[in-house]
């Protein structure tokens, strides 16, 4: 069946640990795509109280990782990679599960 937003909750990770803050991908010719990957970047950034790094959208082609998850589903798909667990600094001001679920929640109630 077809959704109004598909979102794949992503653990960035990185070889070098000062890699660090928060990615939005979506298909490159999805405009609903990209206008949720702008509105959960803008979430991330504004409302959160947690100020990590907003390494921008970044459109996905074919070959690019994460293509299919985006491509292939019927509904406009983001991918959001909050942040690097492989950072720590990353990772502190994340903090909890609980604290990454509110971000989420904050996001989805900012579609509603």
Not at 1 to 8: A, H
């Amino acid at each position: 069946s077809d959704f109004d937003l598909v979102i794949e909750l992503h653990f960035n990770s990185f070889s070098n640990p000062s890699a660090n803050g928060c990615e939005t991908l979506f298909y490159y010719k999805s405009a609903a795509g990209k206008l949720a990957a702008e509105k959960f970047s803008q979430k991330v950034n504004e409302c959160t109280g947690i100020p990590l790094r907003n390494n921008g959208l970044k459109p996905l082609t074919k070959g690019d990782r994460g293509f299919a998850s985006v491509y292939y589903t019927k509904s406009p798909t983001i991918l959001i990679e909050p942040f690097f667990g492989s950072n720590e600094e990353d990772c502190k001001m994340i903090g909890s599960v609980e604290n990454m679920a509110q971000i989420i929640t904050d996001f989805l109630n900012l579609l509603s």
